[in-house]
């Protein structure tokens, strides 16, 4: 029979399927992008972005010139700006304010690549130290409440350039979705004197049926409300609000982790598309160490409709357990056919 779960931190639920649930083999791939004849990403056409605002390059090397391995530049069609007043404005009900924030692209690799699947694990550590770099540095604006960092990769999660990149968008306010789980370990905190990600990583580390990957420092496993087939999180085991205060070891291990959770999910389901999104604690505002940040991988495998729209809840049709299991089991890595996969995507 379905059934109803809830989310341990947030007061919503989702209807996963018991019965006819979906396999990984129910799923086929969309159709994605074909390859564009010029690239803005890759190294050599530095001239078609804005300046770089970061770049790790070899030293002596000239900004906005090859020889960069991870570069970050503002978005060319950004959806907020540093230069733009914090001001707000009422009409009547409504309230407006000013578009100011900061968006940034952080282009992953030189490689014309559209996944961090085939990367070296050092430079998807280098991806993360950029990350943590910018939110760093932009958390200095104290306009900035909330920098989000996110990865949609597949045009069906809303990319629209086929190579490796992510994103950050820096926002005068916090997020509703930030605000809910904030609320959500208050009250849990009150109710059980911890926290509901300290406890919630140790329950399905000693459970074991939901778990993809246990490093030493973080644990990637399938949530037990998971609102999409083959969902994952990825928690540090170290208590800790700010992903600016990550570490050295951390981060190798954090990069292992997302690296290996993502070549499994595209093992597993033919490379699908996905969001890839950081959940950090607000910047500029007082909050306290009381959250818990964490990254969600969150696969585009249904469609979010009507139901999703109007409610809030989801229905994901391939239960938790039967995807952890199937992304523990997955093969070994073989790039060669998720290159296949993507050349059958494309219409090569």
């Known amino acids: 029979m379905p059934e109803w779960r809830k989310d341990p931190v947030v007061d919503r639920w989702v209807a996963v399927s018991t019965e006819r649930a979906k396999r990984p083999t129910d799923y086929r791939p969309p159709t994605e992008l074909k390859k564009q004849e010029r690239c803005p990403l890759c190294e050599g056409n530095e001239g078609d972005t804005p300046p770089e605002v970061l770049a790790f390059r070899k030293t002596g090397g ?27 404005a009422f009409e009547g009900v409504n309230v407006k304010r000013k578009g100011v924030g900061a968006h940034e692209v952080i282009v992953e690799t030189t490689d014309h690549e559209p996944n961090l699947v085939n990367q070296t694990e050092w430079q998807v550590q280098e991806v993360i130290w950029a990350w943590r770099q910018r939110s760093l540095a932009l958390r200095e604006d104290k306009r900035l409440k909330y920098i989000s960092i996110f990865k949609n990769k597949g045009s069906v999660a809303g990319s629209s350039l086929e190579h490796a990149h992510s994103q950050l968008i820096a926002l005068p306010m916090v997020p509703v979705e930030i605000a809910a789980e904030i609320a959500g370990v208050r009250a849990y905190r009150e109710a059980k004197g911890s926290c509901v990600y300290c406890d919630l ?9 939901r778990v993809v990957i246990e490093g030493d420092e973080f644990l990637s496993f399938v949530p037990y409300a998971a609102r999409f087939p083959f969902e994952m999180w990825i928690v540090p085991k170290r208590h800790q609000a700010d992903f600016g205060r990550i570490n050295e070891a951390e981060v190798r291990d954090l990069a292992s982790v997302v690296r ?6 595209a093992w597993t389901v033919y490379d699908p598309p996905f969001n890839m999104v950081l959940h950090t604690c607000p910047v500029n505002d007082g ?26 809840y989801y229905i994901n049709p391939t239960p938790p357990e039967l995807a952890a299991a199937a992304l523990r089991e997955s093969g070994e890595w073989c790039p060669e056919l998720i290159t296949a996969v993507r050349e059958v995507r494309a219409g090569v």
């Not at 290996?260 to 999910?265: A, F, G, I, P, Q």
């Not at 909050?287 to 809030?312: C, K, M, N, Q, V």
């Open 62 to 88: 000239e900004r906005d010139l090859p020889g960069w391995w991870v570069r970050v530049v503002p978005n060319k069609f950004p959806a907020c700006r540093v230069e733009e007043e914090n001001r707000v």
């Open 201 to 209: 990583w140790r329950h399905e580390s000693a459970a074991g049926d």
């Open 287 to 312: 909050t306290s160490d009381e959250y818990h940040w964490h990254i969600e991988i969150l696969p585009r495998l249904t469609i979010i409709a009507g139901f999703e729209l109007g409610t809030g």
């Open 260 to 265: 290996d959770s993502l070549r499994r999910l």
